[in-house]
């Protein structure tokens, strides 16, 4: 069975992680982990009629799992000049790795064209005319659609996030509602 879900999906998904993923090498291998995890799980599809859902939502939540398990590589990686030297610091920069993540998770989390464009916007940094011509869209529409993303971004990080504005800036607190943390 997993191999007719590959000879039938594997085309598509990979053109799905490659919309949220800038790297092919990359994309080949989340691809890869979903289709791992697909096999370890396939007997928990209880309806096959929704086998494509059911895929799709395990290739989200893979490409999830990538740009988490980046974030914390990044953080591993920090050189010692960027190396908090006051507890205040470290604190500050865990609000902001938490911050991002909550970030990521809400992104993704999004409908569609919105989720799409605003990774390829604001995660993979391509420019809103490149990103015109990918989606086959207007510039105009792409404007939009990322202002709106962006509103939509932010209403689920005032449902998600608690913001305190103090001396020390701005801290985040995730209210744990959106699975970021």
């Known amino acids: 069975m997993i191999e007719d879900i590959w000879r039938k999906f594997h085309q598509q998904l990979l053109l799905f992680i490659r919309s949220k993923v800038n790297d092919q090498s990359i994309a080949e291998d ?11 799980r396939i007997n928990s599809l209880k309806e096959p009629e929704k086998l494509n859902a059911w895929l799709y939502q395990i290739c989200r939540n893979t490409i999830i799992d990538y740009y988490r398990q980046r974030s914390f590589d990044l953080d591993k990686n920090i050189e010692l000049d960027q190396v908090p030297s006051s507890e205040s610091e470290n604190n500050s920069l865990k609000q902001r790795k938490q911050l991002g993540l909550c970030i990521e998770v809400l992104i993704n ?9 605003l990774v390829a916007y604001e995660i993979n940094n391509i ?50 509602t959106c699975g970021c943390s």
Do not use: P, W
């Open 127 to 176: 420019k809103q005319i490149t990103i015109a011509k990918q989606f086959n869209l207007s510039l105009s529409a792409v404007k939009s659609r990322v202002k709106r993303g962006r509103e939509k971004l932010k209403e689920k990080m005032l449902r998600c996030c608690e913001f305190e504005f103090g001396e020390i800036g701005i801290t985040h607190t995730c209210k744990n």
């Open 109 to 117: 989390d999004l409908s569609g064209t919105y989720r799409d464009i």
């Open 30 to 40: 989340i691809l890869q982990e979903t289709f791992i995890k697909i096999s370890g």
